[in-house]
């Protein structure tokens, strides 16, 4: 079973950045950022894989938002530039139990969520 605890959300004007983090008690291969907003589904927001790093990323964060990990702290990080209102959501980090990071289906561990709102 693996633990994973979110900080780093908040609220800012349109514009602005904000850098998640996500500490892991027991890294997995794959790891990623999803995010709720009200009455919407989860959506993937980004992933990736441990060796190499290699990244996805999903929708219309591509080009604004970053994703990386530190190996050493197992910590992941989500950082979130030029911030819209529709960015709001609560960010959730997942671990997934397979190697395939881009299927976001096999992501089946989930932290408790840090709320991030962007007003305009």
């Known amino acids: 079973q693996v633990h994973l605890r979110e900080s780093g959300g908040g609220s800012v004007q349109a514009g602005g950045s904000l850098r998640l983090s996500c500490e892991i008690s027991?890294?997995?291969?794959?790891m990623g950022w999803f995010r709720q907003a009200p009455g919407k589904e989860r959506e993937a927001v980004a992933t990736?894989?441990?060796?190499?790093?290699?990244?996805y990323y999903f929708g219309s964060v591509e080009g604004r938002f970053t994703i990386s990990r530190d190996a050493v702290t197992d910590t992941m990080f989500l950082q979130m530039e030029s911030l819209l209102p529709e960015d709001t959501a609560m960010y959730y980090c997942?671990?997934?139990?397979?190697?395939?990071?881009?299927?976001?289906?096999?992501?089946?561990?989930w932290g408790q969520g840090t709320q991030v709102t962007v007003s305009s």
């Open positions: 997942a671990a997934g139990r397979g190697t395939d990071c881009y299927n976001t289906a096999q992501y089946d561990s």
């Open positions: 027991s890294s997995r291969y794959c």
């Open positions: 990736i894989s441990g060796v190499g790093g290699r990244t």
